[in-house]
């Protein structure tokens, strides 16, 4: 997979009225298939009196995770245009949930399909959208003897650190995948093996 990838900037909504239908567009970052799942879930309970939640999403994993769903609607109106607009953007680690309140006019499968379409484009278009390299995330562990020089390499790389301090020191690490080779490699040899490593599910 490509070292940068397209996704939106942060959360973006668009609303709008198609013959009654009123249809409100939703779109979010997202680092995992659980968490693109969560948010569909999300805006399936704070609109449960909707006619329809079409939700669709990609996230980057080996290989692309697509997921679309027409919630009722006829087969291919729906999930496919919101899902088709993440594709046509090249949009990766995003979620999109489409709402609509029936206005009591059919629209038919074209019209749906550029309602649906219309909802989500206009939401990327207010979320806008970045460039973002592939993250991973790491947990170590290590005695305080070794705690400054771990702080040292960390400090000095490209990446986020949360340092927590119990009976061990534990830093919480959030650094490009292209980097995470050698920032490994980097502790393990300044501290003879002794740094405890743990990757941490997430991006």
């Known amino acids: 997979m490509t070292e940068t990838y397209r996704t939106v900037a942060g959360r973006g909504e668009a609303v709008f009225a198609e013959r009654g239908s009123r249809f409100i567009g939703h779109i979010v970052p997202v680092e995992s298939v659980a968490a693109a799942e969560e948010f569909v ?8 009196d909707a006619t329809h939640n079409v939700p669709a999403y990609r996230v980057r994993a080996d290989p692309l995770r697509e997921y679309a769903n027409d919630d009722g609607e006829p087969g ?36 749906l399909a550029r309602a649906y379409g219309r909802a989500v484009k206009d939401a ?21 003897d070794d705690s400054g020089t771990v702080r040292g390499i960390l400090e000095s790389a490209d990446a986020t ?22 920032l490994r490699e980097r502790l393990l040899s300044a501290t003879s ?9 997430g991006e």
């Open 124 to 144: 990327l278009d207010d979320a806008g959208t970045v460039e973002r390299r592939p993250h991973e995330r790491l947990r170590l562990a290590v005695d305080y």
């Open 193 to 201: 093996g002794r740094v405890e490593l743990e990757s941490v599910d």
């Open 76 to 111: 291919g109106s729906a999930g496919k245009p919101v899902l088709t607009v993440l594709d046509r953007e090249e949009l990766e680690n995003v979620a999109a949930v489409v709402t609509r309140y029936y206005g009591g006019t059919n629209l038919g499968v074209g019209g």
């Open 41 to 48: 879930a999300g805006v399936e309970d704070e609109y449960p």
């Open 161 to 182: 650190v949360d340092a927590s301090y119990g009976e061990r020191a534990v830093f919480e690490v959030c650094a490009p995948s292209a980097d995470i080779g050698n």
